[in-house]
């Protein structure tokens, strides 16, 4: 779909704009300025006045006009103004697209990956829930649904971190390992088949131990304490039980009071890594909370997208790995997977039902750039919009019969419905990283392959981001360079004289 829009030039609207014309069409084109050739022309325009701005629009050869105006704070900086001058005219865009296509954003004109963060950041500074909400209301035209469910998010989060808002003195660390069986036909993060690597993995190995050894005498020196550690990737059970146990060895060694790192994962992802021996090496670390993910239930759409396990497999691993002793087990599924509709999501509700694990993500299928399925998407056959959000609402209404709470949740760009993702999880068990990572209130130090490194300045709450690199070879070359990095940034944050880089 291409939109051609009339009267604004300045390029900072087009991602915007663009953002919003995803929500209701598949792969939008937004054209500002000179007339092109398109399926949709769009009159749009604003005004600054002196407190404030006014903006208003028209769709072309029909009757739909929108307009909307909003005071700005005077003391607002001059990017802070113009954000919300966006915000404006985003106003006006999905006002007039919502009647044209009849279709109803329940986001609003939020487009952005952490709508938590927002709600979050107006009760921090102690603006009274009401009120709160009623902004949402009005200036990011959010559901009175949707306002709920994140108050209800922020309330669990709160309960399980009651210190959340105190804890940008410590920090998270994430490991990254970036190794699976064989790779899945949706994914994008690094994970690299690791059949006949072995070389490979070792020389990766060792540049993830020196980073551990580096980043944890930092820490030991500097008096910073981990609030969770997460084994990622890829798929970290992917390495052999002896190199599990060298790591973990590695990780005792080499961090600052590790007996009262509030949790540590490792993400068991795919059911086909899982043995005795492995779990045996997690529990001598008491390590206790895995995540297993079946994704579907249905061994035809497992086969689909690539993961070579079977439902029989994931079962039985997930029995295993209870007999073992893990404590806390998260399982993933993904709604709107190839083939599959809303009969294929209760099946797999009724699966996890015998099962029930501490914590249950419920991602929607999103179509990311990079991903094998959305080069090839005309391949794969999958549900639309309303099935979509059928399956959703199945989702909801299950876990809540089934005593889990929603308590975070990420929205993503292409996603199917303009849904989003939710971690719910039974009381108590949830998971403080992914409370971490969502909310953005710490530092969290990413190590290994393709992994992020989030700097939060413990006083502005700025946020820097760093990677590592994503392919294995270029991670052995360079890892002293990456950790050398990271320590610069982190000396920077957390200087002790009290003057810390704004
Ligand atoms: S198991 Fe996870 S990380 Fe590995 S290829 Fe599949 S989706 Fe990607």
Request: hydrophobic fraction near 35%; glycine fraction near 6%.
């Amino acid at each position: 779909m291409r939109i051609y829009i009339e009267g604004l030039q300045d390029e900072r609207f087009q991602r915007p704009l663009e953002h919003i014309a995803n929500l209701f069409f598949e792969e939008s084109e937004v054209a500002l300025g000179e007339e092109a050739p398109a399926d949709l022309a769009i009159v749009l325009g604003y005004e600054r006045e002196e407190n404030g701005v006014k903006a208003s629009g028209a769709i072309k050869d029909t009757d739909i006009t929108a307009e909307y105006a909003k005071n700005i704070d005077p003391k607002l900086t001059e990017k802070e103004a113009f954000k919300q001058v966006k915000n404006t005219v985003s106003y006006v865009f999905l006002s007039m697209l919502q009647e044209h296509t009849g279709i109803i954003q329940k986001w609003g004109i939020l487009t952005g990956v952490r709508p938590t963060k927002l709600l979050h950041k107006k009760l921090e500074s102690g603006m009274p829930k009401e009120e709160a909400h009623a902004e949402l209301k009005r200036d990011y035209l959010i559901h009175d649904e949707k306002i709920e469910l994140m108050q209800n998010i922020i309330d669990r989060q709160l309960k399980a971190v009651p210190d959340l808002y105190e804890l940008g003195q410590e920090v998270s660390i994430y490991i990254g390992i970036p190794f699976c069986p064989t790779k899945c036909a949706y994914c994008t993060f690094p994970a690299y088949a690791i059949r006949g690597q072995a070389g490979r993995v070792g020389s990766f190995l060792w540049g993830l131990h020196y980073e551990m050894q580096k980043i944890g005498e930092w820490l030991k020196e500097n008096d910073v304490s981990i609030t969770t550690v997460y084994f990622g990737g890829g798929t970290p059970t992917s390495i052999t039980a002896e190199e599990m146990d060298l790591l973990y060895e590695e990780m005792h060694r080499s961090f600052p009071d590790v007996k009262n790192i509030r949790e540590v994962t490792v993400e068991a992802g795919r059911p086909d890594t899982i043995t005795e021996e492995k779990l045996a090496v997690l529990k001598k670390w008491n390590i206790d909370r895995i995540s297993i993910n079946p994704q579907s239930y249905e061994n035809e759409t497992l086969k689909a997208i690539g993961r070579h396990h079977t439902v029989e497999e994931t079962i039985e691993k997930y029995h295993l790995s209870r007999n073992a002793g893990m404590s806390n087990i998260n399982m993933d599924l993904i709604i709107g997977l190839p083939g599959e509709g809303v009969k294929e999501f209760r099946h797999s509700l009724s699966e996890t039902e015998k099962l029930m694990p501490e914590s249950l993500t419920v991602h929607t299928l999103s179509f990311k750039r990079a991903s094998e399925m959305t080069k090839n998407r005309h391949k794969y056959k999958v549900a639309d919009r309303e099935e979509i959000v059928a399956m959703m609402d199945d989702a909801v209404s299950w876990t809540k019969q089934h005593g889990y709470h929603p308590y975070y949740l990420y929205r993503q760009k292409n996603i199917l419905g303009n849904l989003e993702n939710i971690g719910y999880s039974l009381p108590g068990q949830e998971s403080i990283y992914n409370i971490m990572i969502m909310e953005e209130k710490q530092t969290i130090i990413g190590i290994g392959c393709g992994a992020a490194s989030k700097f939060v300045d413990p006083r502005s709450g700025k946020i820097t981001h760093f990677s590592n690199p994503k392919d294995p070879k270029t991670y052995n070359d360079r890892f002293e360079h990456y950790t050398n990095e990271k320590i610069r940034y982190l000396s920077e944050l957390f200087q002790k004289d009290g003057s810390q880089q704004e």
